[in-house]
């Protein structure tokens, strides 16, 4: 009895239950095949390559263009060569997965383009593994597969063999040997034919997949990738709710606000309790627009699609209960993402300012160097702020919100960095990709 998944026993599996799954055995004489193939091309390059050098030093180069014409053909061979390699890599992985139903994921391309890109390749490890692989295949593959071929033809040899034998004596004892050989090989043909499987499918993962740290590398590529879609997706949702409240909720409160202020105007002959009712509904309308419009900035400026960076900022310096001395120096946009990131960070920090720092006044510079934007908000205040608060000393306002700004700059691959020693001035530094 054997142990199965969960705990449950089940009877090992027989001998005929084992012949039934064909798939080792096809996968092996595929890998026989492909063996074939990989030696044929392989050694087709070598060789090929190999001539041409050894005509290029030992015969007649008396043209120029003779010359120029065999160097061509040397060079071209670890082109060759590398358009080979991860050719029959994606051959060997497709074997695996139509045979086996084993997913292989393909090593990561080399970086970078034009002319060079076949040659960039060899500088990529992949590339070696896969050639490695490849040399395996044609030895140890085409030994496996072989092996298995005669495992299962070995009882058809035998009695071939034995049927030239039968003249009696020795002939024949020796041909009941092959018999009873053959048989014991055609018993573990299933179990070899597993077994060049399991090595060959280990010496894949190993080769013919990415490393431990290229798949590392891939998985933060796709977070990365994964991340800015989530924040283009969040920053396109903002515009999308900012739009349907300013053009639907927005518009019906300033018309009921108008109707009301008409009628506290118009109605000043009606009874003193009408009057208090109207002048308390048009004062909590008047109020609702307010803090609708408060939200609808909060979610997307739509000034900073309209207008750009430094417009959006002019209005939160101006509606600052502090002043606020500003410079923007961008001559050219950044993508729109990120330039939401720089509009939330300095109207986040100046929030700070006004409720823990005690400044009497804040200075905010944006400017952009390059590929990058640098926003620097500085003021006057009692200082000690950090990002992570301080339990101790709670008071300080250290870490108040500037824990949000430093994960809104990091969703965009930005740093953020404080310079506030205690008793001030402090000054917080935000760096953001303007491509992101």
Same mark, same amino acid.
Request: glycine content about 12%; proline content about 6%.
């Given at each position: 009895?054997?142990?199965?998944?969960?705990?449950?026993?089940?009877?090992?599996?027989?001998?005929?239950?084992?012949?039934?799954?064909?798939?080792?055995?096809?996968?092996? =004489?595929?890998?026989?095949?492909?063996?074939? =193939?990989?030696?044929?091309?392989?050694?087709? %390059?070598?060789?090929?390559?190999?001539?041409?050098?050894?005509?290029?030093?030992?015969?007649?180069?008396?043209?120029?263009?003779?010359?120029?014409?065999?160097?061509?053909?040397?060079?071209?061979?670890?082109?060759?060569?590398?358009?080979?390699?991860?050719?029959?890599?994606? %051959?060997?992985?497709?074997?695996?997965?139509?045979?086996?139903?084993?997913?292989?994921?393909?090593?990561?391309?080399?970086?970078?383009?034009?002319?060079?890109?076949?040659?960039?390749?060899?500088?990529?490890?992949?590339?070696w593994r896969q050639l490695g692989y490849h040399l395996l295949a044609m030895t140890?593959?085409?030994?496996?597969? %072989?092996?298995?071929?005669?495992?299962?033809?070995?009882?058809?040899?035998?009695?071939?063999?034995?049927?030239?034998?039968?003249?009696?004596?020795?002939?024949?004892?020796?041909?009941?040997?092959?018999?009873?050989?053959?048989?014991?090989?055609?018993?573990?043909?299933?179990?070899?034919?597993? +077994?060049?499987?399991?090595?060959?499918?280990?010496?894949?993962?190993?080769?013919?997949?990415?490393?431990?740290?290229?798949?590392?590398?891939?998985?933060?590529?796709?977070?990365?990738?994964?991340?800015?879609?989530?924040?283009?997706?969040?920053?396109?949702?903002?515009?999308?709710?900012?739009?349907?409240?300013?053009?639907?909720?927005?518009?019906?409160?300033?018309?009921?606000?108008?109707?009301?202020?008409?009628?506290?105007?118009?109605?000043?002959?009606?009874?003193?309790?009408?009057?208090?009712?109207?002048?308390?509904?048009?004062?909590?309308?008047?109020?609702?627009?307010?803090?609708?419009r408060q939200l609808v900035r909060g979610l997307y400026p739509a000034v900073l699609?309209?207008?750009?960076?430094?417009?959006? =900022?002019?209005?939160?310096?101006? +509606? *600052?209960? %502090?002043?606020?001395?500003?410079?923007?120096?961008?001559?050219?946009?950044?993508?729109?993402?990120?330039?939401?990131?720089?509009?939330?960070?300095?109207?986040?920090?100046?929030? +700070?300012? *006004?409720?823990?720092?005690?400044?009497?006044?804040?200075?905010?510079?944006?400017?952009?160097?390059?590929?990058?934007?640098?926003?620097?908000?500085?003021?006057?205040?009692?200082?000690?702020?950090?990002?992570?608060?301080?339990?101790?000393?709670?008071? +300080?306002?250290?870490?108040?919100?500037?824990?949000?700004?430093?994960q809104r700059a990091a969703a965009v691959d930005g740093t953020l960095s404080i310079?506030?020693?205690?008793?001030?001035?402090?000054?917080?530094?935000?760096?953001?990709?303007?491509?992101?």
């Amino acid at each position: 009895m054997a142990a199965g998944p969960g705990g449950v026993y089940r009877e090992p599996m027989s001998w005929m239950e084992s012949v039934r799954d064909w798939r080792p055995t096809a996968h092996a =004489l595929a890998g026989l095949a492909a063996g074939a =193939l990989t030696g044929a091309v392989l050694g087709g %390059l070598a060789l090929g390559w190999l001539a041409a050098i050894y005509s290029l030093v030992d015969g007649p180069t008396g043209a120029s263009e003779l010359a120029w014409f065999y160097v061509a053909v040397a060079l071209t061979g670890p082109v060759l060569l590398g358009w080979a390699t991860h050719g029959l890599g994606a %051959l060997q992985r497709e074997r695996f997965r139509a045979v086996l139903g084993v997913e292989i994921v393909a090593p990561p391309r080399a970086g970078g383009g034009g002319l060079l890109r076949p040659l960039r390749a060899w500088r990529a490890p992949a590339t070696w593994r896969q050639l490695g692989y490849h040399l395996l295949a044609m030895t140890g593959g085409t030994a496996g597969g %072989l092996l298995v071929a005669a495992c299962w033809t070995a009882p058809a040899l035998a009695v071939a063999s034995l049927a030239g034998r039968w003249d009696g004596g020795r002939g024949t004892v020796v041909g009941l040997g092959l018999v009873l050989l053959s048989a014991l090989l055609f018993l573990v043909a299933p179990r070899v034919a597993a +077994n060049v499987a399991r090595v060959d499918q280990t010496a894949a993962r190993a080769l013919l997949g990415p490393s431990r740290g290229e798949e590392l590398a891939v998985r933060v590529e796709a977070l990365a990738r994964s991340r800015a879609e989530i924040v283009a997706a969040t920053d396109a949702e903002r515009r999308r709710i900012e739009r349907d409240l300013h053009d639907g909720t927005q518009r019906r409160l300033v018309s009921l606000a108008m109707q009301l202020g008409m009628a506290r105007e118009s109605l000043t002959d009606a009874p003193e309790a009408v009057r208090q009712v109207i002048e308390q509904a048009h004062d909590e309308a008047t109020e609702a627009l307010a803090e609708l419009r408060q939200l609808v900035r909060g979610l997307y400026p739509a000034v900073l699609d309209d207008r750009g960076l430094d417009a959006a =900022l002019s209005g939160i310096a101006a +509606n *600052a209960p %502090l002043p606020v001395r500003l410079r923007v120096d961008v001559a050219t946009r950044c993508a729109p993402g990120v330039e939401a990131v720089a509009y939330f960070v300095v109207s986040e920090a100046l929030t +700070n300012v *006004a409720k823990h720092a005690g400044a009497s006044r804040a200075e905010v510079t944006v400017e952009r160097t390059g590929d990058r934007l640098r926003v620097v908000v500085a003021d006057d205040g009692r200082g000690g702020a950090t990002v992570d608060p301080d339990p101790v000393a709670p008071a +300080n306002g250290g870490g108040t919100g500037l824990r949000g700004l430093a994960q809104r700059a990091a969703a965009v691959d930005g740093t953020l960095s404080i310079q506030s020693p205690p008793g001030g001035p402090t000054a917080i530094t935000v760096e953001l990709p303007c491509g992101s």
